[in-house]
């Protein structure tokens, strides 16, 4: 759990989607459904403006009854984003993720964004860890009782 998240982002890839804050929500959302993905980073520019959660969707625009053809992203995605740096831990994500429900993290370095961290990333990542350290152990039991 020690593990940091740059290590993660190495095995998952570093692609990110993103679109500019003037988009629509609808453009935003057939761009999420396109790559089958959960969150829209919006940028102005190179630099991180907020981000767009299924969450945000439903929430903001269907409860609110808001046109997503007609509305801005930029009037209904998350601004006040909650990013980590590359050298934290799975553990220390997790504990985020836990703490202040949410499941997107974007990875920030230098000030440039650098990647996005999922709770269903890290969830793969602790089910990969633990299968090859049952393995480990598999194998070394196998191997203790060889004679």
């Given amino acids: 759990m020690n593990t940091?998240?740059?290590?993660?982002?190495?095995?998952?890839?570093?692609?990110?989607?993103?679109?500019?804050a003037n988009v629509t929500v609808f453009e935003a959302v057939e761009?999420?459904?396109?790559?089958?993905?959960?969150?829209?980073?919006?940028?102005?520019?190179?630099?991180?403006?907020?981000?767009?959660?299924?969450?945000?969707?439903?929430?903001?625009?269907?409860?609110?009854?808001l046109d997503p053809?007609?509305?801005?992203?930029?009037a209904?995605?998350?601004v006040n984003v909650l990013t980590v740096g590359p050298e934290a831990t799975v553990q220390q994500v997790m504990d985020i993720f836990a703490e202040k429900r949410c499941r997107h993290l974007p990875v920030i370095q230098g000030g440039a964004l650098t990647g996005l961290v999922s709770i269903g990333d890290v969830s793969?990542?602790?089910?990969?860890?633990?299968?090859?350290?049952?393995?480990?152990?598999?194998?070394?039991i196998a191997g203790g009782l060889s004679t």
């Fill in 4 to 20: 940091s998240i740059a290590s993660l982002l190495e095995g998952k890839g570093r692609a990110l989607h993103t679109v500019p």
């Fill in 76 to 78: 209904v995605m998350t």
């Fill in 69 to 74: 053809k007609a509305t801005p992203l930029a």
């Fill in 124 to 140: 793969r990542w602790v089910a990969n860890a633990h299968r090859a350290e049952a393995e480990s152990l598999r194998s070394y």
């Fill in 31 to 65: 761009k999420m459904n396109r790559h089958r993905i959960g969150a829209m980073l919006v940028l102005d520019g190179a630099k991180l403006a907020g981000i767009f959660t299924e969450r945000d969707a439903l929430t903001r625009v269907i409860a609110a009854s």
